[in-house]
């Protein structure tokens, strides 16, 4: 097999990833919703914008990542593919979830679904994030403001986190066991899945740093 045949497929297969994860993160995120046990941080503020404005949560979370972006201009943060391909596809992808997927109303089914919401959620960001196409908006904002302040990617996701959270759950948005259990599963089963789905970068080719989201750098945007 040539180089050129080696790079071609290599390519093919970070696209797939990057844009196989973004959908499944979508759906992953309107899978909790419709388990209505609660939610991660970010997806409660969308939730909560939503029954604030009326507009569909796909939709708002199209525009609180562009409004993040936007923030990355002081920052001096740089977009990939990935970062721009994020603000669009899984605010789509969360909106024909919700359309595709009833309200079950038996705790008994509702509890799986918040299960397989986190698993996916793990599994949708080890995909995208291992494609190495840039991180998305709100992980970018992060590290970001970790390399303005010099204060630990640790804290500035937690004190970021814990903001969008307050700010969510005041606007309406559900917060319950299942905002607890994303916080506690997220992290260590977004680092499996992560060595599951790396793409072998070839020689020379940056893989490994926080903006090109290799292992080193999804390790320090998930650390708690």
Do not use: C, K
Not at 46 to 58: C, F, N, P, Y
Not at 99 to 117: F, S
Not at 174 to 182: D, R
């Amino acid at each position: 097999m040539t180089v050129s045949h080696r790079s071609s497929r290599r390519l093919t297969r970070r696209l797939v990833q990057l844009y196989v994860g973004l959908v499944l993160y979508g759906a992953s995120a309107a899978l909790m919703v419709r388990a209505g046990l609660g939610l991660g941080p970010w997806d409660v503020l969308h939730q909560g914008v939503a029954e604030l404005t009326g507009i569909s949560m796909g939709v708002v979370s199209v525009v609180v990542g562009a409004l993040v972006l936007l923030l990355w201009v002081p920052l001096r943060q740089r977009p990939g593919l990935g970062t721009v391909s994020n603000v669009f596809v899984v605010g789509l992808a969360v909106d024909a979830t919700l359309w595709a997927t009833p309200a079950p109303e038996a705790l008994g089914v509702r509890v799986p679904l918040l299960v397989a919401g986190v698993v996916l959620n793990a599994a949708a960001t080890g995909l995208y994030i291992s494609a190495r196409f840039g991180p998305g908006p709100r992980d970018g904002l992060m590290t970001g403001l970790h390399a303005a302040t010099g204060v630990s990617v640790r804290l500035v996701r937690t004190g970021i986190e814990v903001a969008v959270l307050a700010a969510g759950w005041l606007l309406g948005g559900s917060v319950g066991v299942g905002t607890v259990l994303y916080a506690l599963a997220i992290g260590p089963l977004a680092q499996f899945f992560l060595r599951v789905f790396t793409v072998p970068a070839p020689g020379g080719e940056p893989g490994g740093g926080v903006a090109a989201g290799g292992p080193r750098g999804v390790r320090a945007i998930l650390r708690r």
